[in-house]
């Protein structure tokens, strides 16, 4: 087992016990530094910090992930201090009886690479119960999406640990897998957000016609023999949506062999990886790789780039 996936194993078990922490407020805000114009080429390490907050009644406890001036090694240390930014968000949600440690393999790589990564505990669907992913369906969690993103721009101002190192003007990924690709796709459609200016779907089903007001390029990842998530409802939803806009099939496979050990997780990373650096840093270097990072047996790749 590799030390990266150590760390992945480690965190995900460090996340189901942790206690929520309270936010920290600012004293001081730094000046904001200059956007970069493109992504990051080199590994940051991993600093995370935790925020409880509400949307109303429902409780959000929130890991946010973000580039650290410590080395890279891939694992996440609390409170490492934030490397110089600024970083551009990208919202992770997770799928049913999950919570931001169990999708470690791809929040980590995320703020590894240069993002600032907010990743909730859904108050219901983290608790694995089939009778709660109506909350998905009511459009409760892409709602606290929203609010986590809100809460998330607002610390560039209001903590001083992220005071002027998050890029509050390039827009919003999202990102998330089963019930958290459903969430990420009501945000495009039934609940929209019109932040959201890049989004990463894995393993949805059609949650609705695309909102107008959302501009955004949608990657959807799916395994064809998904026996949870239809794979012919996420064909449909891709079929909706105008482009910008790719499809990653990874043949022969179900529902989360790419979220996590599958012999194409390590394409699935790549893809998505160059399609934030793409959407967010407007890298078009980022771009360019997307069908080589998409490609080897086991994949097909298609895409509406324009």
Not at 58 to 63: A, C, D, G
Not at 164 to 178: K, L, N, Q
Not at 203 to 224: E, I, N, R, T
Not at 278 to 283: A, P
Request: hydrophobic share 40%.
């Amino acid at each position: 087992m590799s030390v990266r996936r150590r760390a992945f194993l480690g965190l995900a078990a460090a996340a189901g016990a942790a206690a929520a922490t309270g936010t920290v407020l600012a004293s001081a805000h730094a000046e904001p530094a200059t956007p970069r114009q493109t992504a990051p080429t080199e590994p940051f390490g991993i600093g995370v910090r935790q925020y409880e907050w509400n949307r109303g009644d429902r409780r959000l406890v929130t890991r946010v992930f973000y580039p650290s001036t410590g080395e890279p090694t891939g694992v996440p240390v609390d409170d490492a201090p934030i490397a110089d930014g600024p970083f551009p968000v990208v919202e992770w949600s997770h799928g049913l009886g999950g919570n931001p440690g169990s999708y470690a393999p791809h929040i980590l790589p995320l703020a590894e690479a240069g993002f600032i990564v907010p990743a909730p505990v859904f108050p219901t669907t983290s608790t694995g119960t089939e009778g709660d992913i109506g909350d998905v369906y009511n459009g409760n969690q892409s709602m606290d999406v929203s609010e986590v993103i809100t809460r998330t721009l607002a610390l560039n101002e209001s903590d001083a640990a992220f005071a002027g190192r998050i890029d509050t003007a390039a827009g919003v990924g999202v990102a998330g897998h089963s019930l958290g690709g459903m969430t990420t796709h009501g945000l495009l459609t039934a609940w929209p957000d019109d932040r959201v200016v890049a989004a990463i779907p894995f393993a949805c089903v059609d949650m609705g016609d695309p909102a107008p007001q959302v501009s955004a390029k949608v990657l959807f990842v799916h395994g064809d023999q998904d026996p949870i998530c239809d794979y012919a409802l996420a064909r449909q939803a891709y079929d909706e949506l105008p482009p910008v806009k790719a499809f990653m099939t990874h043949t022969g496979v179900g529902h989360d062999e790419f979220i996590w050990d599958g012999p194409t997780y390590d394409q699935a990373v790549a893809t998505s990886l160059d399609w934030m650096r793409w959407s967010l840093y407007g890298d078009t270097a980022a771009r360019d790789r997307l069908p080589e990072d998409a490609s080897g047996e086991g994949i097909v790749w298609e895409s509406e780039l324009g």
